[in-house]
């Protein structure tokens, strides 16, 4: 029972500030130069690396210069400019319909709430939440896969489901913070907290996290047994 309870908010606070210690610079790590542009590199990221997408759209955003240059194309032009990456298809249809969208109904502005933006093709909640906090300013916490998997582990979210992921993790730290939490958990998540083989041995909040007290008593239960046979 005690392993499913949550981090209290003052130990979150103090967990935060030894990760934040860590990754004092933790940011966005798509490029792009206005909202459009980091929509659009969002849009893409889904199921690749922020290093690819970057390369792809280094090319792209010279050649497409707002949604006005991506409406005018068809979706398997498109397809041609971004064809390194996963799903590239289903991505240029995508960008194509949301720059016509966002062109007819938005005068070719991002809208500014998650709800607009939640109705463009191809943006989910994690995607909204990125234009909003990065291009914006507008505090939200996305939860990608990283965010998902380190939250859980250290023990400030206990779901599945990132959408409550997101809310447990908000409820827990100031407004804020929202965007700069977003940005250090993922940073820890890529360089720490991987997917396999967490390095627990140089994360500096072991003393906070469910994961590793969760290790440490399966580990001192192998001993037990181990001694008990000897
Ligand atoms: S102690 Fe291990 S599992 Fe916990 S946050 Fe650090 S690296 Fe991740």
Redesign the pocket.
């Known amino acids: 029972m005690l392993m499913n309870r949550l981090l209290s908010k003052a130990d979150t606070r103090r967990m935060l500030a030894k990760l934040e210690e860590m990754y004092p610079d933790a940011k966005c790590a798509l490029n792009y130069s206005t909202p459009f542009e980091l929509l659009v590199a969002t849009i893409l990221s889904a199921q690749c690396t922020d290093d690819r997408v970057n390369m792809v759209t280094e090319r792209l955003f010279r050649k497409y210069n707002g949604p006005e240059d991506y409406a005018k194309v068809t979706p398997e032009v498109l397809q041609e400019d971004i064809k390194e990456l996963g799903l590239y298809r289903a991505k240029a249809e995508n960008i194509v319909k949301t720059s016509r969208i966002l062109l007819e109904r938005h005068r070719g502005q991002v809208p500014k709430t998650q709800e607009e933006l939640m109705r463009l093709p191809g943006v989910g909640r994690k995607t909204a939440n990125v234009v909003l906090s990065n291009a914006y300013g507008i505090p939200a916490l996305a939860v990608d896969t990283h965010v998902q998997r ?1 939250s859980n ?2 023990g400030i979210a206990n779901s599945m489901n990132p959408e409550i992921t997101e809310k447990q993790v908000c409820q827990r730290i100031p407004k804020r913070l929202w965007s700069k939490v977003h940005h250090i958990l993922i940073h ?1 998540g890529r360089r ?2 991987t997917a396999r083989n ?3 041995d140089m ?1 500096p ?2 003393e906070f ?4 007290r969760k ?1 440490q008593s399966e580990s001192d239960l192998r001993e037990k047994v181990f001694n008990a046979k000897r």
């Open positions: 380190v582990r250290i820890h720490v907290c967490p390095k627990c994360c909040i072991t996290c469910r994961f590793y290790l």
